[in-house]
């Protein structure tokens, strides 16, 4: 088995995978979402001349319970991301704790807190037990977007991006690359603000952003959403000196997104993320063969045939 089969077989393995395959049995039993489809990274509820987003997420217990005011931190961090990923930007937050005692939950509260001072995002609400079994953390957000990033408009011919905040480091055996919690004061918020100016810009329609699924997980998650297939040169995914690729491809980073884009724009949108000092590149193109194959070098690998079976989306909420 070549090197690329074992990293394909260590991802299809892997435990983001397997969070985000269960997706597409949830929106099933959820049913027809109506005129919002369900599957992006929030949900967009037209208002007014653009779209109100609304998201949540949900924590692993273990996460919570060994690094807590990470915890409270990424609830705020990851919300936003989802929000940046639409195109929009953030009004508030809100968050439900619970924790075995006081003193874990505050943990999980002075990172919250600390977050959303950095990213300058209100906490209005919210609910607590800190009386609970073990501990847990779940947050939402609500923001505004004039004009949408999807998960639904990839299409065939595009050049898939990758843009990644490499100036961080893991802080512990978590897969967690920290790039945010000693950033300069103002530099998370602007950054994510790029997100916003490139769907205002029409420079971009097309994104997600990279979540525990890590950075081929998430890539599929948009191909399934949009329908169409997709090629990726592993080795050009913007990645941090000395650190193996099979742990990078399966990490969550503080900053990262997924992008389809037209030929004409990948050069302004490679532009504008190298201004903010964030690391990126074309990575692969955009196919309809409704397959993920991963490339390095001559080497070819199908991940997963889309057209057998779906990622995270359910067949009826699929948008071409």
């Known amino acids: 088995m070549t090197a690329l089969e074992q990293l394909a077989d260590a991802l299809r393995e892997s435990?983001?995978?397997?969070?985000?395959?269960?997706i597409a049995d949830v929106v099933a039993r959820l049913g027809p979402p109506g005129a919002i489809a369900n599957g992006d990274d929030c949900a967009a509820i037209p208002e007014g001349d653009g779209h109100l987003l609304f998201a949540i997420e949900g924590f692993v217990d273990d996460f919570v319970a060994a690094q807590p005011w990470f915890a409270g931190w990424c609830g705020v961090m990851v919300n936003l991301a989802d929000i940046a990923a639409?195109?929009?930007?953030?009004?508030?937050?809100v968050d439900a704790l619970w924790s075995p005692g006081a003193e874990p939950g505050r943990q999980v509260l002075d990172g919250l807190a600390a977050a959303a001072r950095a990213y300058g995002v209100p906490i209005v609400g919210g609910h607590s037990n800190c009386r609970a079994a073990r501990a847990g953390l779940a947050v939402a957000v609500l923001g505004r977007a004039t004009r949408l990033l999807t998960s639904f408009a990839a299409r065939p011919g595009d050049t898939l991006v990758m843009a990644i905040d490499l100036r961080g480091a893991y802080d512990s055996e978590q897969p967690f690359w920290n790039a945010a919690t000693r950033a300069p004061a103002g530099r998370a918020r602007a950054d994510f603000e790029l997100l916003a100016e490139l769907a205002e810009s029409g420079l971009a329609?097309?994104?997600?952003?990279i979540s525990m699924a890590g950075a081929i997980g998430t890539t599929l998650m948009l191909a399934d959403g949009s329908q169409v297939g997709a090629s990726i040169e592993v080795d050009a995914i913007p990645r941090p000196e000395g650190v193996p690729l099979a742990r990078w491809l399966q990490t969550f980073p503080s900053f990262g997104f997924v992008l389809s884009l037209r030929e004409s724009t990948v050069e302004p949108v490679l532009q504008r993320f190298a201004k903010r000092g964030i690391a990126a590149a074309a990575v692969g193109e955009v196919d309809a063969s409704r397959r993920l194959t991963l490339r390095r070098g001559s080497e070819r690998v199908e991940l997963w045939n889309l057209a057998e079976h779906s990622f995270v989306i359910a067949p009826e909420a699929a948008h071409g």
């Open 15 to 22: 435990r983001g995978f397997a969070h985000k395959a269960d």
């Open 86 to 93: 639409m195109g929009g930007r953030p009004l508030a937050v």
């Open 205 to 209: 329609d097309a994104a997600k952003d």
